[in-house]
């Protein structure tokens, strides 16, 4: 027990991709000189590549963790946080004290207003590589540390249906229901005809069975919202997730009381602080943290305070090489509330070339990487894609 973490180093990858994430670029849509997007009727920005930023914490014994930073946009911010602030109040600390050590972190920013954002997306790698760390230490696998498998197979929808047309979408969508997965969901961004169009042409390929989930990318007012969200359960739309502006407490107690079917809100929020009145108002039905942004001490914890509303756990699954995604599993498989774990396959699939576990999705379902800590560690290969090296 009298191990510390002796060095942290950082990793902020870019690594390409032919389509870009949400399918191909709109005509005269180009990326920006950093290589940044913003699609028609989005406002929302992404990029043309995949980035993430990997936190690697060595031990005093030489044992290496593994983490990853929500790097999407911009991943030599938190680097930045990283190296400039927080690592240096974490060198020659015990990883067993990860969730002293993630409070810590979080109370020395507050008062500067730090206690979101980029700064706690620091803090998120950091806690997934000590827990990492304390589970390899240990011999055991993070979700035996977080006190037991509830779920050994972890249900998943399909997310993203990437195509030209909203035909090709549903052809898409049949292709992954014929694979054994029965819950599908598409973005609204993307749908060129407009929702209803969507879910119209995605119900008639699928049939009445599966699932269907309609990401509105928080596009609309709460009238406009309730309106689109009714005309959809038309169609048996099983949740609608973010019909409105992040900030909208108000709004988003209103569509949440006004319509017929689940409301999903969370990605992009970090802390026990951002739910709790969410919760408290009934703003949703079922919560959609992302591990990337709140680490897995702020995750169990989001998911802990969800239970006493028995509002439910939809983990989100952002732009990552697999760790994040490791982490947000073994958190899930822990989690009384849990139900359906995002699948993001043109993330997912590509990227788990990159490490090394036995993680799977396979018809329906996620499989938990076996080994200690979170089982799963990039290759070396995938560490040559390192922005500004040296
Ligand atoms: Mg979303």
Known sequence: MNTTVSSIELFPLRIPRDVPYLGPLEEDNRPNSKGYIVRPGNRTVYPVVDQTLLVKAVASDGTVGWGECFGVVAPQIAKTVLEELLIPFVIGHSPHDVERIYDDLYDLQRVRGHFGGYALDAVAGLDMALWDLRGKLLGQPVWQLLGGLRHERLPVYVSGLPG?????R???????????????KFAAVVADEGEIAEIEAIRREVGPAPKILADLHWRYTALEAIGL????????????EAPVAPEDLAGQAQVARSVSTRIGLGEEWRTVHEYLPRLQARCMDVIQPEMAHTGITGFRRICELAQPFHCQVMPHAT?????????????????????????QHTIFDRN?????????CRAGYFKLP??????????EEVLSFVIDRG
């Open 164 to 168: 030209g047309t909203k035909e090709e």
């Open 170 to 184: 549903a052809a898409l969508g049949k292709r992954w229901i014929d694979k054994g997965f029965s819950a599908l």
């Open 229 to 240: 969200i009714e005309r959809l359960c038309d169609y048996d739309l099983y949740l609608a």
């Open 319 to 343: 732009i990552n090489i697999g760790i994040a995604q490791a982490a947000s599993l073994h958190v899930a498989a822990t989690a009384a509330n849990f139900i359906m774990h995002e699948y």
């Open 352 to 360: 788990k070339q990159y490490i090394r576990s036995t993680m799977d």
């Open 370 to 379: 076996d080994g200690p800590g979170l089982g799963t560690e990039p290759t």
